[in-house]
């Protein structure tokens, strides 16, 4: 039993006498619990063996045997995190709820399922992998893979920064389990049998070989019974075989040169080769050594006056870093990786020459203690900064660590580890040494290149298809019947309707009829209005700060993303770029501005547009950080063209990676942008229009132009519109905060505003368009939206309410367990009710599902049970907690008060069944409705010749 005073709380470390199960309670006055069983999962191939497990155990159990009872959870609790993820080398199984009631049904589900799963082979088919027609019901279309987790890694693996990724890992550590792919090879997947899937559950999913956590206000002795009780009781222990051998060290470093795909929004494609320069260092459970190479990790990498930085990202021969730059301690050997994406395969070696001899150069001068200084400052406000889900990051934080047998406890006293470092640094020569025998004279390294081919995509192609007729070509005409009546089957056992009665649930009076109120008062100060919240900050301060673009020209909008992203790094008044970063480190937890559109509440011909911006700080270190804000008002650095080439460089390639992984979030985007004035702007500041608008500005190079529409903007933006405030600080910060932010205001040339100015758009008309985003994916991402209502309109929390049973009863069936998306559902958001897919093998059959659920909902095909778990759902999020320094901002940004809130959520509460059917009826039903779809993904056929779809090709 160890006090954290650091972080106000208190460790237990256990180990259970039985099985030596081993167990860490962090005891901690915060409502929000959290539990979580991990296990050291160790593949030895590219199967996918532990995401496949991952996802099969939560398919049934043996006390819980209806099918897929976690994603029935989600849908029976107050939950505010349910989730699962396979790591390198453990998996882990994280909840997190502020009910008790629901904290003990969960930890019943959580317990069964990876300890007591069914592990059905029908289960492994449908999660994993399978042989089936590609039209199921026609035993003469063709035989095609098909699987769950074999599409999301298909999805994954075309994600170029994952890729790398895995490729750096595999290369680095190429003698035990890092060399295999966790999650899975999609032409290895194949490869898998369900008697593995259940040989590797028996070896690894064992007491002996897992870690139990809990956090929170709860007394661990209601978790150590019911964990007892309910799952070890019934073990003893074994000798596990799962621990990961230490990497043999290499005498030579290596150089590795693999291949990708053409990425199709990049501004050059004569620039798509990405190098990183990798480096094995000592184990992660060694958390001094964490603590010093994080430290340095930051002085080598962030910001302008980061060595790297200056060498790598200004030299413009690349975008950006590579993927896993920095310091990793995620698996058993920590690695230090820098290096440069999106440069000429020509300028390989020059960027390898500016890495060695910038390792040269830190050994040779050293840091600035400034730096070092705004470092250790960085991680006295991370102890400060308050979260709302401080106990399941710690989790995250804590498992690589203790999955190696380390001291957990040893992390969480960082005090005591800064105080060894500030004792050991000696003027920083401790950092130089270090670069110096870890970096510059370590032999196990590793140079990864890894540059586009034309053919990698055929390449890929011609592999599955080898594999498939491996499997195929000496199938007998039973094996062929058997592999059709086995899709029959899987198809009739996702259809049958099931017994629920097993599952624990909450009710609807588990809900509180009371929703949580935040005081706030209006202050004017310096001739500007102030929402000021008193909250216990923990000594800081926090402000966010909204300017209107409503009064911006049309022609500048496009690039206000752009204004945003380099507004609080080109400098300002005196300080240049490199000074602005290094007061922002010195003073405050970093400077943020986003645009931002939000609906009016309650008339969806009105929205609100500008410019949010956030800093926080301690409260000793406000004058500063505003002096910092008065500097960016009053002289932005805008015209400095090598400094807004960087930056253009930097956003541009970090766009174009988030295509990929958020493919469902642009689809959803580019179709809600027929349907309104609001979703229109949005999705040119956050769509794919912002993706190619950025790629061009990169492509053009012209830094003059671009500097003179930014300084256009910021005459507009931080000159001449409405602006208003909102600070969150305890009691007593509060009146040094009123003084230091009058002082501050009183220096804007901005007017005052208490309320949202709002944009009126009342001749916007719905139209109906289907658009196909032609990329190069192996699979698709689907949306269709519907035009809908305002928060305060009756029909509101209808939507809403529908969107989710849609998704728990229909959707989730239909897209993922029939069709093998990695995920797919509806969404009622900003006025707009979307349906979407991720991931999706599928796309006319998908957008058929979707008009399918609404014709579901029609005929009344769900009970109130349903639409109670709807709700409870809909709640888990209504009433998720929210942290100190957030409290106050819905009515800031929204104009919400806690009274329209109030009642919002009873109209959640007394939502019926038919009411459910007559919003479906009059809002989302195509045949009466204006409505937009969009798709994007590969070629199609469909799409190609349907002269009803708009075609942009992204390739």
Sequence with gaps: VVDVDDLNLTTVQLVHDRTNARYLHVARNDTNNVFSVAFRTTPMDHTGVPHILEHTVL????????????????????????????????????????????????????????????????????????????????????????????????????????????????????????????????????????????????????????????????????????????ALCKFEAIETNTQVPSQTRWSTPRLEKVSCKPEPL?????????????????????????????????????????????????????????????????????????????????DVDKAISLIDQTIDQVIKDGFDRDRIDAVLHAIELSLKHQTTQFGLGLAANLMPTCIHDGNPVSILQVNRMVDKFMSELNGGQLLQDIVRTELKENKHRLVLVMSPSDSYESELQAEEEKLLK???????????????????????????????????????????????????????????????SNQPTNGMTYLTMFCSTANLPDNLKPYLPLFCDVLTKVGAGNRDYR????????????????????????????????????????????????????????EPGLNNAERLRTLVQVSSSNLSASVVQSGHLFAMLSAGSHLSAASQLQEQWTGLSQVNHIKNIAAKDDMENLSNILTNIAVHVLSNSEMRCAVNVNEEGRPAAEEALGGFLSTLPLNSSELPMHTEVPEFLPQQIKTHHVFPFPVNYASMCFPTVPYTNPDEPKLRILARLLTNKYLHKEIRE??????????????????????????????????????????????????????????????????????????????????????????????????????????????????????????NEITNKDTTWRKFTEE
Excluded at 286 to 312: D, E, H, M, R
Excluded at 327 to 333: G, L, P, R, V, Y
Excluded at 477 to 495: D, V, W
Excluded at 826 to 837: C, D, E, G, L, T
Aim: net charge negative; proline share 4%; charged share 20%.
């Design 266 to 346: 990049v501004p050059n494609p004569a620039k798509q080769t990405t190098l990183s320069v990798s480096y094995l260092l000592k184990e992660n459970t060694q958390a001094y050594n964490n603590l010093v190479w994080n430290i340095l990790s930051y002085l080598l990498l962030n910001g302008p006056q980061a060595p790297f930085y200056k060498a790598l990202i200004e030299s413009n021969i690349g975008l950006n870093y590579s993927p896993s730059s920095g310091f990793d301690a995620t698996i058993k050997e920590t690695v230090f990786s820098v290096g440069l994406r999106g440069i000429s395969e020509d």
């Design 579 to 634: 000074e602005i970063s290094r007061d922002i480190e010195r003073y405050s937890g970093g400077f943020f501005a986003v645009p931002s559109v939000t609906c009016h509440h309650s008339d969806n011909s009105k929205f609100e547009q500008g410019v949010v911006m956030n800093s926080f700080c301690l409260n000793k270190n406000l004058m500063n950080m505003l002096s910092i804000w008065e500097d960016i008002f009053s």
């Design 470 to 532: 491996e499997k195929t070509m000496s199938l007998s005409s039973n094996e062929k019947k058997l592999i059709f009546e086995e899709g029959q089957s899987l198809l009739k056992r996702q259809n049958e309707e099931e017994d629920m009665s097993c599952l624990p649930t909450l009710t609807m009076s588990d809900i509180s009829k009371e929703a949580s109120k935040t005081e706030v008062e209006n202050v004017v100060t310096g001739g500007s209005v102030v929402q000021f």
């Design 59 to 230: 398919c049934g159990s043996k006390k819980y045997p209806c099918r897929d009872p976690f994603f029935k959870m989600l849908n029976r609790s107050l939950s505010t995190f349910m989730n699962a993820w396979t790591a390198s080398d453990y998996t882990m199984y994280p909840f997190s709820t502020q009910n008790p009631k629901d904290f003990q049904n969960l930890l019943s589900v959580y317990l069964d399922a990876t300890f007591f799963p069914r592990l059905r082979k029908y289960d492994f088919m449908q999660e994993g992998w399978r042989l089936e027609h590609k039209n199921v019901m026609d035993s003469d279309s063709p035989i095609v893979f098909k699987g769950v987790v074999f599409n999301e890694m298909k999805g994954a693996l075309q994600n170029q920064d994952y890729l790398f990724s895995v490729q750096m890992q595999r290369s680095l550590l190429p003698d035990h389990t890092y060399a295999s792919i966790s999650g899975g090879d999609p032409n290895h997947i194949p490869l898998l049998t369900w008697e593995a899937l259940k040989q590797f559950h028996a070896s690894h999913y064992h007491p002996s070989n897992s870690i139990f956590y809990t956090y929170g206000n709860i007394p661990v002795e209601n978790h150590l019974k019911m964990i007892n009780d309910e």
């Design 818 to 939: 029939k069709g093998g998306a990695y995920g797919g559902g509806a969404r009622h958001k900003h006025q707009v009710f979307s349906f979407y897919s991720y991931r999706d093998p599928n796309s006319m059959d998908t957008v058929k599902a979707f008009d399918k659920s609404v014709e579901w909902v029609k005929t009344k095909s769900f009970s109130e049970q349903d639409v109670n778990e709807a709700k409870l759902a809909i709640f888990s999020d209504v009433d998720a907690p929210v942290a100190p320094s957030d409290r106050g901002t819905r009515l800031f940004h929204t104009g919400i008060t806690d009274e329209m809130f109030h009642s919002y959520r009873m109209k959640l509460l007394n939502v019926t069944a038919d009411d459910l059917v007559d919003v479906a009826e009059r809002y989302i039903t195509s045949t009466n409705a204006a409505y937009a779809v969009s798709l994007i993904g590969p070629h």
